[in-house]
C-alpha cells in the first residue's frame, strides 16, 4: 500500500510547542533513540555518546531578516517573506495579500524599501529592489527575523539571537537549521577535545520546509528545492571518517539531506560524496537506503511533515512512533526551540 499522510499523524498538546528556547544553549533535554530502545538524557551528555574518530557535520548557513512589511502602490497591506537571494538586487519571495499581486506592481516596504514584482515562479515571486543597495542589506537593515508559523510572539532582540547557531556563517535561510541551536562553542570545544571532528555543510533552509503536503499519496509529493554547497574538505572528512570505521553523524535533517544529496556509489561499491554547490529536491521516505549517514541529532518536528517522514525512513515508523509518544508523555518541548533527539540508524 502506497504510504499516506495519515501514516505520519499524531495528537500534540499545543503547550508542548516550545514558544521560546531554554534560558541557556545546550539545557534541553535529549532522547536518545538507539536499537529500539529509548534513553531520556540532557543534551548537555551528548560528549558521553559519541567517541573518537566520529565526525559532526554541521550546517553553518545563516538566517536572514526575511520577513517585510509593507503596501501595494494601490494601498493594500502586504508581508513578504524573502526565500532565495538570486542577485544584488532579485530575490524570490513568498507574498501575502488580498490579492496577488500583478506583474508590474509596485511595493513600498518597511525602511522605504521600493520593490518591483517582475512576475511568478511556481508559488513564489520574482522581485526587484530598486535602489543602491544589496537585497541581503536592506533585510539587514529593515527585516524581521522570519520565526516558524507555530511561534506566536513577534520576533524579539533575543530571538536574533538565538534562532541562529553559534557557527551561522553564510547568509541565505530563512529558517535556522534548528538541531545546531543546542551547541554553544563550550560544548563544540569539549567534542573536539576528545577527538570528534567537526565538518561544515551550508543548506539554505527555505519556508517551504514549513508547507503542508498537500498531496494524501506521497508518492505524487514534490519537495521544494534547496540550495547546498559540500567543500572538498568535507569531502575528504567524510571518506576519511568511513575508511576509518568511524561514524557520520548528521547535526540536522539539514545536513542529512544535503550528504545523501550528494551521496554516490562508485564501481567498487565505496561511497563517495560530489563537492561543490548543487540544489536538492530529495524526499526521504521509509525505503529509502541511506548511503552515509550513520546516526542523526535532531529535534522533534510536526505531524505529517516531510521531515518526520525522513525521520521514520533513518530509524523505522514504528520506533519512531513510539519515540513520539513517549516524548509527549514525557512533555518534552517540541519543534524548532524545543528538545532533541540523537536517533541510530536502523539496519538497512
Known sequence: MPLTLTDFDYALPDELIAQAPPRERGASRLLQLARGQLDDRQFQDLP???????????????????????????????????????GEHDALAQVRASK????????????GIAVEVLGRDEDLYRMRFEGAQSVHALLEQHGQVPLPPYVTHAPTDDDETRYQTVYARAPGAVAAPTAGLHF?????????????RLAWITLHVGAGTFQPVRAARLDEHQMHAERYFVSEATRAAVRATMAGGGRVIAVG??????????????????????????ETRL?????????????LITNFHLPRSTLLMLISAFAGMDEVRRAYAHAVAQRYRFFSYGDAMLIDKMRQ
Do not use: C, W
Open 184 to 196: 554553544d562553542r563550550a560544548m563544540l570545544a569539549r567534542l573536539q577535545s576528545q577527538g570528534v
Open 48 to 86: 558521553e555518546l559519541l567517541r573518537a574518530g566520529d565526525l559532526l557535520v554541521l550546517n553553518d548557513t545563516r538566517v536572514i531578516k526575511a520577513r517585510l512589511h509593507g503596501a501595494k502602490a494601490s494601498g493594500g497591506r502586504i508581508e513578504v517573506l524573502v526565500e532565495r537571494v538570486t
Open 253 to 278: 535533517t539539514t545536513s542529512l539531506r544535503a550528504l545523501e544529496s550528494a551521496a554516490s556509489i562508485l564501481p567498487d561499491a565505496r561511497v563517495d560524496l560530489a563537492s561543490g554547490e548543487a
Open 100 to 111: 496577488p499581486p500583478r506583474a508590474g506592481t509596485k511595493l513600498l516596504l518597511n525602511g
Open 283 to 295: 524526499f526521504i521516505l521509509p525505503g529509502y537506503r541511506f548511503r552515509v549517514v550513520d546516526r
